[in-house]
């Protein structure tokens, strides 16, 4: 069964350093997703990706974060400038299409910043 | 915000079925309801969604009340491996691409 595959599973960054977490999604999806959640607290959406470009934006994705797919099968997410509060773990998902179709999930990097 | 809301925390004894409600009385004619769950702290793993009839998949059974206010996934026999957070998500075009997730609830399946 496909699957969204993320890496690295685990990162340590020192505050103010830059880190790109990777994603694979599923290979014939169209839309690709990053959510966050900070240790013992809910799912948060950051942003959602489609055809190259910046479909939605939370609150949480400042000019801090980017995203990009450089190629036909990688998603990144980049924090530029990383802070204690970055530390979370982030959630890749991709979906066929937009809403009312489903979202699979990867399983997750780790973010630790000290 | 999200727009269900779902009990903390649930038990279930293994081998016996699991019934997780939810609510959602705001739900427009639009939205869907999703179940999701997160073992630890994986990724949230998708189970079943619907709009208005009753499904079933090889994972669970969901059941749509007539009015659509309410919902109630059913793991049908229970496992210690369900044991998870349980996740009732409304999703629709008002809330574009993303998921709102709410705290969800905690199934603990006990032997």
């Known amino acids: 069964e496909p699957e969204v595959t993320q890496t690295p599973s685990h990162q340590v960054t020192q505050m103010g350093q830059e880190v790109i977490l990777r994603c694979v999604p599923i290979?014939?999806?169209?839309?690709f997703y990053w959510y966050r959640q900070i240790l013992g607290q809910k799912v948060e959406f950051l942003v959602s990706?489609?055809?190259?470009?910046?479909?939605?934006k939370s609150e949480i994705f400042d000019d801090q974060f980017s995203v990009e797919r450089p190629d036909g099968s990688n998603f990144t997410l980049k924090i530029r400038s990383t802070k204690l509060e970055d530390s979370a773990m982030y959630f890749c998902?991709?979906?066929?299409?937009?809403?009312?179709?489903?979202?699979?999930f990867g399983p997750g990097t780790r973010l630790l910043v000290l | 915000d999200a727009k269900t809301t779902q009990p903390p925390s649930m038990d279930c004894a293994e081998g016996r079925a699991a019934n997780l409600p939810c609510n959602h009385s705001?739900?427009?004619?639009?939205?869907?309801v999703y179940w999701y769950r997160q073992i630890h702290s994986q990724g949230p793993q998708y189970i079943i969604h619907?709009?208005?009839n009753n499904e079933t998949n090889e994972m669970a059974s969901l059941i749509i009340t007539e009015d659509r206010k309410s919902s109630t996934l059913i793991l049908p026999h229970a496992t210690l491996r369900d044991t998870a957070v349980y996740y009732c998500?409304?999703?629709?075009?008002?809330?574009?691409?993303?998921?709102?997730f709410g705290a969800g609830t905690i199934l603990r399946v006990k032997s």
């Open positions: 990706f489609y055809n190259n470009e910046i479909s939605e």
């Open positions: 705001t739900i427009s004619g639009n939205e869907y």
């Open positions: 290979s014939n999806h169209l839309y």
């Open positions: 619907g709009l208005k």
């Open positions: 998500i409304v999703s629709g075009f008002q809330y574009g691409n993303k998921l709102v």
């Open positions: 998902a991709s979906s066929e299409a937009s809403y009312q179709e489903t979202q699979y």
